[in-house]
């Protein structure tokens, strides 16, 4: 906040620290130089964005089943600890995590199934033929069409 004085007053009445500035605007640390304010506050922002710490980061997905659970006592951990301090919305929080990490766990395991995978294929291979049926069918029409 700038004062300024009135002009009945000289500048000399005032303390040094309040004594207005005739003339001056005031300048923040991001108004100084050549660039322009736009790009000062985008690199600012890749700034931040770059020493952010990792703990904001999304961990990674578990890829094997080894992963999958020790990913999973990790956070039985945290629950417990985040319980045991009364952080009820980090235990909150971290129980959804869990859910979500158990179910895609459960799914990645389900893709790895032989089982699976022959039932993926064989309805694979059931949409080929209903394709190709439709095309023959069209097929046909275009000859009759054309004798």
Known sequence: MW???PASISDRAWPRALRPVQNRQPQSFFCQGSLPMRLKMGLLAIVLLASAS???AQAAEPTDAASCKAEEA???QDIAQ???RGQMLRRRQLTDSLAALQAHCE???AAKDPATQIKRQ???IQQLRIELERAEAQLRKLKAGKS
């Open 82 to 84: 985040a319980r045991a």
């Open 3 to 5: 004062l300024t004085a």
């Open 74 to 76: 990790s956070l039985d």
């Open 122 to 124: 064989e309805q694979e």
């Open 107 to 109: 799914a990645m395991m």
């Open 54 to 56: 990792p703990s904001f």
